[in-house]
């Protein structure tokens, strides 16, 4: 399997900008699809944002316009950059990754107030 670690989560206030950072345990080439997801308390998780194998993505409608996920298969890394964070994006943002197989990080906390 692999083992993702996120990081690059923080404080900020509202209209900040974020940038986190999903490295993997070993080359996501072969991933079929890495993806951001978030967590808040006493909420569901949900997707944020993924990218395949191609460069393709898909973003939850709450985060459109505003964030944007890229991936680096030199470093084995993904990242999610988050501009104009609100209120109601703090959550544990969790990194997710498939192929045969699924893996989760353990998530870097966002936390956007004033």
């Known amino acids: 399997q692999v083992q993702l670690v996120e990081s690059g989560g923080g404080s900020v206030q509202p209209g900040e900008s974020l940038r986190l950072t999903c490295a993997a345990s070993?080359?996501?080439?072969?991933?079929?699809?890495m993806a951001w997801h978030r967590q808040a308390p006493g909420k569901e998780r949900e997707l944020v944002a993924s990218?395949?194998?191609?460069?393709?993505?898909n973003y939850a409608d709450f985060v459109r316009g505003r964030f944007t996920i890229s991936r680096d298969n030199a470093k084995d890394t993904i990242y999610l950059q988050m501009n104009d964070l609100r209120p109601d994006d703090t959550a544990l943002y969790l990194c997710?990754?498939?192929?045969?197989?699924?893996?989760w990080g353990r998530g870097t906390q966002v936390t956007v107030s004033t």
């Open positions: 997710y990754a498939t192929r045969y197989w699924v893996a």
């Open positions: 990218i395949d194998t191609m460069g393709d993505t």
């Open positions: 070993r080359t996501i080439r072969t991933f079929v699809q």
